[in-house]
């Protein structure tokens, strides 16, 4: 009976990764998975980070389980990053539960709303592959809009246009920053707009923010996630700490609900509690309790949000040094001066995004996005003229 099963295909990102390691030319460049890169072309572990979990090490008695919330002390530590210090619950109408990563925290959320009875999620095109995939194994519906135009900004016509489309009962899932794969995210004002259409068409916002701080700063990045959650009485907040702390192999995100009524929190959460048993039972420790020790921290909180700034500041060098070289062959690399993250669309074809690997050795997605922190001082003189030479 299993040889019924199909071949799958593997996920094309991470499959870069091999691709990548077994090519022996010393220098190849590698643009394909987003994680984060030192000017020397490192992922280290955080300092911040490696304190809480030598503190960790020393300090934790117990490795009992914890429940299918987790860690609440994480989860509730991290709430004035997200919703603001002022009243981090908005009184008492969102509460939390630690999921392994924030795909762990799309698949509750995806899970909650099918079982809340919604059928159809309004995504923008293109986003990152797992949203997708999530909606299908769990039998929803896409309903696609083109996310943002070719000039690079956002398709706002697009969004309008899919909200107005949008039958009361639908959902619908915005990046709240540093947008993956194009780097485009809403300005200030369009979230404003954004949150009143979304709050007038009575549809359920999920937020998904896994790169908050890797943008314009942490306060700026959640500008957006919390104008809409001051627009509407409902929503769902996907959190990811796995490039904002540098976790990613540990698996630390998060999943909120807001509600209208604190009266039907814990019912909502149960449900949260309920499916994590049927998916994972308990999430995995050691990463969140590592953040709720740097948070719970000054000198570590300190320590963490100075990492985030120097990260910060050297993605915008490289977006500044790809903006300066204007165009390259045929390809205009000015937008991404302006652009937000990891992540970055060379407009590149297959055949182009092949040459690139083939003839020059520069891994990226076959979408033309490129992480923008696997560029260099060293190497991005070199991608610039892979880029020409290709689009030439
Ligand atoms: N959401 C978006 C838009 C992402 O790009 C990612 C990927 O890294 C995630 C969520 C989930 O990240 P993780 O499951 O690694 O925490
Ligand atoms: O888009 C990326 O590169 C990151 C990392 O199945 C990632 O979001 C990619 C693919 C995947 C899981 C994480």
Redesign the pocket.
């Known amino acids: 009976m299993l040889t019924n099963l199909q071949q799958q295909p593997a996920?094309a990102?991470?499959a870069l990764i091999k691709l990548h390691n077994d090519d022996p030319r010393a220098d190849k460049i590698d643009l394909?998975?987003?994680?984060y890169r030192t000017g020397e072309g490192d992922t280290p572990v955080f300092r911040s980070i490696k304190a809480a979990e030598a503190k960790l090490v020393a300090e934790q008695d117990s490795k009992a389980y914890l429940g299918p919330e987790g860690d609440m002390g994480f989860v509730e530590a991290l709430m004035p990053y997200v919703f603001g210090k002022a009243d981090p619950s908005m009184g008492g109408r969102i509460e939390g539960m630690q999921t392994p990563g924030g795909?762990g925290s799309l698949r509750l959320a995806l899970a909650m709303v099918k079982r809340a009875g919604y059928s159809r999620i309004i995504v923008g095109v293109p986003s990152?592959?797992?949203h997708a995939q999530i909606c299908a194994d769990l039998g929803l519906e896409v309903v696609e809009f083109n996310h943002a135009l070719a000039s690079g900004t956002t398709d706002m016509d697009a969004l309008r246009a899919a909200i107005a489309d949008a039958r009361e009962g639908d959902a619908i899932l915005l990046h709240g920053c540093c947008h993956?794969?194009t780097g485009i995210d809403y300005s200030n004002a369009q979230w404003d707009e954004i949150a009143g259409l979304i709050a007038a068409a009575k549809i359920l916002p999920i937020l998904d923010l896994?790169y908050q701080g890797l943008g314009k700063g942490m306060e700026e990045d959640a500008y957006g996630l919390r104008r809409v959650l001051a627009a509407v009485p409902e929503a769902l907040i996907c959190y990811s700490c796995d490039k904002n702390f540098g976790l990613y192999r540990d698996r630390v995100g998060a999943l909120y609900a807001m509600v209208g009524d604190p009266a039907d929190l814990a019912r909502v959460m149960s449900n949260g509690h309920n499916l994590a048993r049927a998916n994972w039972s308990q999430p995995p420790d050691h990463g969140g309790a590592a953040v709720r020790l740097v948070l719970e921290d000054e000198t570590l909180t300190a320590d963490w949000l100075a990492e985030l700034d120097e990260m910060r500041e050297r993605m915008r060098e490289v977006r500044a040094k790809l903006a300066e070289a204007g165009t390259a062959g045929s390809a205009d690399l000015t937008p991404m001066g302006g652009q937000n993250g990891l992540f970055s669309i060379v407009p590149l074809n297959k055949d182009q995004v092949l040459a690139m690997r083939t003839k020059h050795g520069v891994y990226m997605a076959g979408s033309g996005r490129i992480?923008v922190a696997g560029l260099t001082m060293g190497n991005i003189d070199k991608f610039i003229a892979a880029v020409a030479d290709v689009t030439a």
């Open positions: 996920d990102l991470l394909g998975v987003g994680v795909t990152w592959p797992n993956n794969p896994a992480n």
